[in-house]
């Protein structure tokens, strides 16, 4: 064999095996847009309170969804129900947790089938047809009494109106407006920052999963930990290519959050749980573990996600942007050191 067949040989042979590489990463860790996780969380932006540290939704999302719909003279359920599914949501508050439910289900016809089964076995997996006992356990376990089970026949009924009436055309031409952001966030994803994190995601049993962009949110994403198909992230879909890397900071984020939650059970007191102060802190120590994270991959991400969470909460971010970001998002310096600490062990793979 000549040395020029040999030559050409070997680059194929790595030319595939690049290939082969990137797109097992790719399956890995796809990057995804879910329009039924995008219109469940829609459905919770316009009913449920956002009072978090972080705010639960892009800010000003309500107000400019509610542009679109007028210019659209849509007029859906969501409005003649919103007033009962808010009050519902205040007398148990726990039903801010259903917004997690669609990220158990591959798509709307999934979701909406096992809905409707839930509310004809009126929330007994047990009185459900067999094919469809799986889905109902997983909406039971969300809605657990008749009052939740009113909720979640309103809020279905409401999304079916939303999304014939306005939702599902505002999607699709929303999502085709961000189709080189989407490209952007996963050329970013996959070429720089999944390799990277790859030691940390297998220490941290996140070897696997699928990363959402959605519509709704921003800062504060939302994520389910699956089982041989890995984690569900949903975050922040940024409206431009140049904010590509406002998706990869919330991730950060919500990667760190099995560290924030033990570096905050061992440094609150059973006082700080019972008045919810542990909770709050659980935010804060979110925000900060993502930080701690970040500067693991360098000064540029550490600045980046800093100035990302400063603008995302209504902070400023002139001046001595570490400064005002540890003042925003204070947390104890035992906080802080397990954070640290833990972010250490995960990357030195032991």
């Known amino acids: 064999m000549s040395a020029v067949r040999r030559t ?15 797109a097992q990463a790719r399956d890995l860790w796809p ?6 996780v995008d219109l469940w969380l829609h459905g919770f932006a316009f009913v449920a309170p956002d009072s978090s540290p972080v705010p639960l939704y892009r800010a000003g999302y309500r107000d400019e969804m509610i542009v679109a719909r007028n210019a659209a003279s849509a007029v859906t359920d969501l409005d003649a129900n919103a007033d ?35 509310i004809r076995a009126d ?20 809605f657990r009494t008749r009052e939740d089970r009113d909720f979640a026949r309103r809020y279905l009924a409401s999304l079916r109106s939303e ?20 490209a952007a966030v996963d050329s970013l994803w996959h070429s720089r920052f999944l390799p990277a994190l790859q030691t940390f995601l297998s220490h941290t049993q996140q070897r696997s999963g699928q990363l959402i962009l959605s519509t709704v949110l921003e800062a504060e994403g939302r994520t389910v930990s699956g089982d041989n198909s890995g984690a569900t992230i949903v975050v922040g879909f940024p409206k431009t290519p140049d904010r590509a890397a406002d998706a990869i900071y919330c991730l950060l984020h919500e990667v760190v959050a099995s560290l924030a939650a033990a570096a905050v ?23 900060r573990g993502g930080a701690v994270l970040a500067a693991r991959l360098g000064a540029d991400v550490a600045d980046g996600y800093r100035r990302f969470y400063l603008r995302a909460t209504g ?26 600490r833990q972010v250490a062990v995960a990357f030195s793979g032991i």
């Open 84 to 118: 009962v599914l808010r009050a519902a949501i205040r007398t148990r508050p726990s039903l801010v947790n259903a917004q997690f439910l669609a990220l158990s289900f591959g798509t709307w016809g999934e979701l909406e089938s096992a809905m409707d089964a839930f």
């Open 315 to 340: 902070h400023s971010a002139d001046g001595d942007v570490a400064s005002a970001f540890a003042a925003a998002f204070p947390v104890s310096g035992e906080i802080l050191s397990s954070l640290e």
């Open 31 to 36: 990057v995804k847009t879910r329009e039924h």
């Open 123 to 142: 929330g007994d997996p047990r009185r459900a047809p067999r094919e469809a006992a799986d889905g109902v356990a997983r909406v039971a376990a969300v």
């Open 8 to 22: 050409g040989l070997a680059l194929a042979l790595v030319v595939a095996c690049t290939t082969g590489a990137a």
């Open 265 to 287: 059970a061992d440094n609150v007191t059973p006082a700080q749980v019972r008045s919810g102060e542990a909770e709050r802190l659980q935010s804060l120590a979110l925000v």
């Open 163 to 182: 999304q014939d009436k306005f939702y599902n055309h505002w999607w699709l031409a929303e999502t085709r407006r961000r189709s080189d952001a989407l």
